[in-house]
T-cell receptor
Framework: EAQVTQNPRYLITVTGKKLTVTCSQN?????MSWYRQDPGLGLRQIYY???????DKGDVPEGYKVSRKEKRNFPLILESPSPNQTSLYFC??????????????FGEGSRLTVL | ELKVEQNPLFLSMQEGKNYTIYCNYS?????LYWYRQDPGKSLESLFV?????AVKQEGRLMASLDTKARLSTLHITAAVHDLSATYFC??????????????FGKGTKLSVKP
């Protein structure tokens, strides 16, 4: 089954404790992206990747890191989480970048709470 | 700064009625996407509009794009309860020379009541 898989789905952590949210897709998609969703703000892009070893900042990259060492995986790293990073995070992928007719396929979301 | 604005943000409809959700954007993008999100769920692609004048229909939903007016509409015909969800439009921002930066509207929360 074609899917985008995120882990963990739910996480409560404390300020400053490094964490990684994994994202994996099995569709051989070139493009992957991370978004955060906050009430009243919609979805905001954190980082995206056009292909292996190619990443770029979205609109809210501060406090996050990403890597794209393999085509299927695009982990989101919070080196020192803070309470303002409490949010619902979505990973998404598409065969082509969205600007080239690619519609996004979203993961199920990861709800992160930073105390 | 690119802005994507949806109207209305909240919409309560009766079953059987028609209504339109509007998505205005401030860049010259010619690609616009509509997504649906059910409560507590992920986002699902509804429509991909790739050119001026594009119109797509799926069931009771029809989306159109007017790139000159920088406006997309999502029209709901004879609403049913199953359409209750939050609908997002998204625009590709390519002004930085990249084709990977999608900007989403804040979403329109639709509630269809009997």
């Amino acid at each position: 089954e074609a899917q985008v898989t995120q882990n963990p789905r739910y996480l409560i952590t404390v300020t400053g404790k490094k964490l990684t949210v994994t994202c994996s897709q099995n569709m051989n998609h070139e493009y992957m992206s991370w978004y955060r969703q906050d009430p009243g703000l919609g979805l905001r892009q954190i980082y995206y990747s056009m292909n292996v070893e190619v990443t770029d900042k979205g609109d809210v990259p501060e406090g996050y890191k990403v890597s794209r060492k393999e085509k299927r995986n695009f982990p989101l790293i919070l080196e020192s989480p803070s309470p303002n990073q409490t949010s619902l995070y979505f990973c998404a992928s598409s065969l082509f970048p969205p600007g080239v007719t690619g519609e996004l396929f979203f993961g199920e979301g990861s709800r992160l709470t930073v105390l | 700064e690119l802005k994507v604005e949806q109207n209305p943000l909240f919409l309560s409809m009766q079953e059987g009625k028609n209504y339109t959700i509007y998505c205005n954007y401030s860049t010259t993008s010619d690609r616009l996407y509509w997504y649906r999100q059910d409560p507590g769920k992920s986002l699902e692609s509804l429509f991909v509009l790739l050119s001026n004048g594009a119109v797509k229909q799926e069931g009771r939903l029809m989306a159109s794009l007017d790139t000159k007016a920088r406006l997309s509409t999502l029209h709901i015909t004879a609403a049913v309860h199953d359409l209750s969800a939050t609908y997002f439009c998204a625009v590709d921002r390519r002004s930085r020379g990249s084709q990977g930066n999608l900007i989403f509207g804040k979403g329109t929360k639709l509630s269809v009541k009997p």
